[in-house]
């Protein structure tokens, strides 16, 4: 499958999702926080694809880039964690990528996949509805009172 000898593994998903926020926001001050919230840019962010023309291909780098994002606001928020799928697992192939996120409940998620039916599919696919929705991951810790929700400082709030 050349389109997974592309695919960045679990250990670098962090960085892949890092560096394309940096990208996005050195050409417009967008609130990528890695927050449930910043899922609506998001999708807003597909739409513009959307509406620009662009065949999934065209745009592969984008979504993965989208995905990759998707799938951190689900490990910063919800608990997740980025695992690698064996050749052998069941739900690689209908994953369509070797990596895949698990949830505190042992649930493998696909944020890659989701992004790309969100494209393909449009706004019924919302990847916000698709966090809020979600099963199996751990409830949302409050925030104590003057801590930001920019996804850095979280684990010292």
């Known amino acids: 499958m050349a389109r997974e000898e592309r ?5 670098e998903m962090e ?18 926080d890695y927050s449930a919230t910043s899922l609506a ?3 807003r962010l597909i739409d513009g694809l959307r509406r620009g023309g662009a ?3 065209d745009v592969a780098g984008p979504l993965l880039g989208l995905g990759a994002y ?6 910063r928020q919800a ?3 980025w695992v690698d799928l064996p050749p052998d697992h069941p739900v690689r192939t209908a994953f369509g990528h070797p990596v895949a996120v698990r949830m505190p409940d042992g649930r493998l998620w696909n ?14 696919e919302s990847l916000r509805t698709y966090f809020l929705t979600l099963h199996g991951r751990r409830p949302p810790r409050p925030r104590r009172r003057g801590c930001p929700s920019d996804g850095l400082t979280a684990g010292r709030c």
Not at 70 to 75: A, F, H, R, T
Request: charged fraction near 25%; hydrophobic fraction near 45%; proline fraction near 8%.
């Open 7 to 11: 695919a960045p593994r679990a250990a």
């Open 15 to 32: 960085r892949y999702a890092s560096e394309f926020v940096g990208r996005v926001l050195a050409r417009a001050r967008l609130p990528l």
């Open 41 to 43: 840019v998001v999708d």
């Open 55 to 57: 065949g999934r291909k």
């Open 70 to 75: 998707v799938g951190e606001v689900l490990v």
């Open 79 to 81: 608990g997740a964690e």
């Open 111 to 124: 944020p890659l996949g989701r992004t790309v039916n969100r494209f393909e599919i449009g706004p019924q």
